[in-house]
């Protein structure tokens, strides 16, 4: 039910106030009513009555109308209070409203009164609601205050875009180390302390965010101290009606505590793998080696350090030697401070062996004691530590790990790694132990050579190679001549003396180190693999013992000169095992003994051959000084004119005894015994001096192709002396082509791309010969600096009447021509072969079919004859 309204009339005249209240009737405000003309019953009535609205006359006798509203005023100065008069004049009706008269309404004009009091009444309602509510909200505003003044995080609110701090809690001064004042006062010290690394990111943010609805970051400032706190900031985004961002509204924290736990958490995390890891590893590491190498790897990858590396302590040089690492290294180890005594360098590595305890630096930059800073920086290293390895009490190495972060090392993960060095150290102990029983089952004490059961096994897997490649294994074993009397005159140290550095000289002399052993007392062995020809096995046999014992062996002062005696078996004619070719090399080497002789094979029709191999080799020296060789040319036609378009120098031996000897029958001991060498180099510059001799109608002579050997190529100064060759032979801006096998190229390619890269910028052509018979990669054929690829002959001989070796020759003449390569076709001996290979687009053709290799005196009618590119035929 709704509250009847109160009026109090304040008339002195009794009929004023029925009229009054008749006209509001009359409007349907029918209200309770008390009429007062006094002070004191007006002041009763207000408390006692409290009414909705007071209606009072301005002029009475013992009353005055001013006097009643200052009255009210006091007791309920919300009330509206109306003058209803007929004597108050403009100027007092402006008083009376000045002095807070709701309004006036004169007698003559009751009619308004309804109106006016409704006015007023509504307007009161609202103004009794406006200031509950701004009570309700000053109340509000008093307890947030409170409650945000005791937050420790920092609420404010920045106007957009113009960044002016329209709030600040008072946590900014615990928080950023900056007053509310402060930061009122100053409109851009609000992104002052952001962390300069940290800034462009956080404002990058800010901008990004003003067009979304929210802001989050963590970041870094710096306090006025100096001090760098991490800050997590959150923000809401506040638009107006038009939609328009004008403020912001967040709350700061203080997170550097939760960053350092999760930090420390993160450290111990990856301090945890690479225990995990290296533990694992333990078990499955099988030497001391691999176990280095998968320490540091894991200490890098599942440890995310910078960089690790293990090193052993060298007692006799008193220096850690790095043997395995991982990370960023590049050169690292060159001006490192690795002794292990005190120097002035304070090499904290050494520190560490010395005193057997880990060492760590937190902060390599700000630690005077510290070397290598630049090195460090710039691998992006702030901390390091640096753990011993003990074993039986003794530091024999170092494990060393090297952090991006400062303070990595603290300790908590300085207790998991000590435990980690610990665990590398225990595993070392069993592996040594392991090692060292493996060892000798494997190898020689005495000499450190692999013993007879090592020889075997390795013989072994030699022989099994052997026979799915179908090539012959050498097996020598020998012994030192009079040894018994060596060890009886000067004593059984002596004796050991003599066979270690016997030992060291064959293991750094055999063209095998891998394949010598010591089987018993003074008889060694050794094994070559991969032999073609086992006669020419003789010059190796020769120049090695030759290389032993040609200096003397110093024994207890004195200087001795040896002599030996070796057997030589070959597999697989003199057997097909292991067992039984050793046991046959040591048959003929028991044999030479008898005989006197310096070795013997174990078969003797090897000997006659082995006696025929040297005589050759002789003969061959006294050719090269006599001049004997001679070169023969075999033109290059050119397959769309079939003109001549280059020849092909092929040598020949001038034998006075029996003529005129093919390549075939010396060139592989030219090349056993690096003869090749000098007569690869004199053919370079016959050929160019030759061709001095013969022009085309341009004037100019023919290119010359020459055929390098294997053992040219592998040659360091293979590119010098080709330079040499063409330098002698006065040929500058010469028509020279070399010739290099396949599958001798593909032997070493990044190094060979090099070395004909060389070739080629001295304006020489290069040609891959025997095309087709390798395993080119295409990779790297795309790579190689040639110009041509020369078909082999197999291809050749049998396309006409094979599928399959047609199929060949078209496909590698499609490839080079993709490869803008020239495509020569060696062996060309029928018309049809000849057809085909134009109809194929063959760029050039060599073969019996044109001619056949002929003297230098020759060269200028076969080129009449044939003609010159050119120049068509006849």
């Not at 013992?62 to 009330?79: H, Q, S, V, W, Y």
């Not at 520190?351 to 880990?358: G, I, M, N, S």
């Not at 290293?381 to 972060?405: D, Q």
């Not at 690096?674 to 690869?680: D, F």
Request: proline residues 4%; charged residues 25%.
């Amino acid at each position: 039910m709704t509250e009847r309204l109160r009026i109090l009339l304040v008339e002195d005249v009794a009929d004023d106030a029925e009229l009054a209240l008749r006209e509001l009737g009359r409007a349907g405000l029918h209200a309770d009513r008390r009429v007062v003309d006094d002070e004191k019953s007006f002041v009763d009535a207000v408390r006692e009555f409290a009414p909705n609205v007071i209606l009072c006359d301005f002029s009475m006798p013992g009353f005055d109308g001013m006097a009643a509203l200052k009255l009210a005023r006091a007791i309920c100065p919300d009330t509206p209070f109306i003058f209803v008069s007929g004597t108050i004049g403009e100027e007092s009706a402006v008083d009376a409203l000045k002095s807070s008269a709701t309004d006036y309404v004169m007698k003559t004009n009751l009619a308004r009164l309804p109106a006016a009091v409704e006015r007023a009444l509504r307007e009161a309602t609202e103004r009794t609601a406006r200031r509950k509510a701004e009570e309700e909200l000053a109340a509000l505003r008093e307890r947030l205050q409170s409650i945000v003044s005791t937050l420790p995080d920092v609420v404010w609110s920045v106007a957009v875009p113009s960044r002016e701090m329209l709030y600040v809690s008072p946590a900014s001064s615990t928080v950023f180390g900056r007053t509310q004042t402060e930061v009122y006062e100053n409109h851009t010290l609000w992104g002052e302390p952001i962390h300069p690394e940290d800034r462009p990111r956080v404002m990058a943010l800010w901008q990004g965010a003003v067009t979304g609805e929210t802001f989050e970051a963590e970041y870094r400032i710096v306090k006025p101290g100096g001090e760098i706190r991490w800050i997590q900031g959150r923000g809401r985004f506040t638009g107006d009606a038009a939609g328009n961002v004008v403020r912001i509204d967040g709350i700061s924290r203080d997170v550097t505590e939760r960053r350092e736990h999760e930090r420390k958490l993160t450290q111990l995390s990856r301090v945890h793998a690479v225990l995990s890891g290296i533990n694992s590893a333990i078990v499955r590491a099988h030497c001391r080696d691999e176990l280095f190498r998968d320490a540091c790897r894991i200490a890098v990858g599942a440890g995310e350090f910078r960089m690790a590396w293990v090193g052993v302590v060298d007692r006799e040089s008193m220096q850690v030697k790095p043997v395995a690492w991982d990370g960023e290294v590049r050169g690292f180890f060159d001006n490192a401070p690795l002794a292990v005594t005190a120097t002035s360098g304070q090499s904290l590595v050494g520190q560490a062996v010395r005193e057997k305890k880990p060492v760590i630096s937190g902060d390599i930059q700000s630690d005077p004691q510290r070397m290598m800073k630049k090195e460090c920086l710039e691998r992006g290293i702030n901390s390091l530590a640096a753990l011993p390895l003990i074993v039986r009490g003794e530091a024999v190495g170092v494990l060393v790990l090297y952090a991006g972060e400062l303070g990595f090392f603290d300790s908590e993960e300085m207790q998991l790694l000590m435990q980690l060095a610990g665990d590398i150290a225990f595993a070392l102990e069993h592996i040594g132990q392991e090692e060292r029983l493996t060892y000798l089952a494997y190898y020689d004490a005495l000499t450190g050579l692999p013993n007879r059961a090592l020889f075997h096994e390795r013989l072994t897997q030699l022989l099994h190679t052997a026979k799915h490649g179908r090539t012959q294994v050498v097996v020598a074993a020998g012994d030192i001549n009079r040894f018994r009397l060596i060890n009886d005159t000067l004593g059984r140290q002596a004796g050991d003396t003599l066979l270690r550095e016997f030992a060291q000289r064959l293991k750094r002399i055999w063209p095998e180190p891998d394949h010598v052993a010591r089987i018993s007392g003074d008889v060694f062995a050794g094994a070559l693999a991969d032999v073609r020809d086992p006669g020419n096995i003789a010059y190796s046999i020769d120049s090695t013992v030759a290389a032993i014992i040609e200096a003397p062996f110093a024994v207890e002062g004195k200087e001795l000169r040896i002599a030996t005696t070796a057997g030589v078996a070959v597999f697989p004619n003199d057997g097909e095992d292991a067992d039984t070719l050793f046991r046959n090399a040591e048959a003929a080497l028991a044999k030479a003994k008898e005989s006197g002789e310096t070795y013997l094979f174990y078969r003797p029709e090897m000997n006659s051959r082995v006696a025929e191999t040297l005589l050759l080799e002789n003969k061959l020296r006294q050719a090269i000084k006599r001049d004997q060789f001679v070169l023969h040319y075999q033109p290059k036609v050119d397959g769309r004119s079939g003109c001549v378009c280059g020849l092909e120098a092929l040598i020949r031996w001038q034998d006075p005894e029996t003529g005129l000897i093919p390549p075939v029958k010396f060139i592989p001991i030219l090349e056993e015994t690096g003869m090749i060498l000098e007569v690869g180099q004199w053919a370079i510059r016959r050929a160019l001096e030759d061709s001095r001799r013969w022009r085309t109608k341009d004037g100019s002579p023919p290119r010359i192709a020459v055929n390098v050997s294997p053992i040219q190529l592998r040659q360091r100064g293979f590119v010098e002396a080709v330079r040499r060759s063409v330098e002698e032979a006065g040929a500058e801006g010469c028509q020279l082509d070399i010739e290099i096998t396949e599958s001798i190229i593909m032997r070493d390619i990044e190094e060979n791309i090099q070395k004909l890269s060389a070739i080629r910028e001295m304006g020489l052509q290069i040609a891959i010969d025997d095309f087709g018979t390798g395993y080119s990669s295409l990779a790297y054929l795309a790579k190689l600096p040639v110009n041509a690829l020369k078909i082999d002959r197999s291809f050749i001989v049998t396309m006409t009447s094979n599928p399959q070796s047609m199929t060949i020759v078209s496909s590698i003449i499609s490839l080079a021509h993709s490869l803008g390569l020239k495509v020569i076709a060696e062996g060309v001996d029928a018309e049809e072969q000849s057809k085909v290979l134009r109809l194929l687009n063959c760029d050039e053709m060599q073969g019996y079919l044109f001619s056949r290799p002929v003297p230098p005196d020759k060269v200028a009618d076969l080129l009449n004859q044939i003609g010159v590119q050119g120049e068509p035929l006849a």
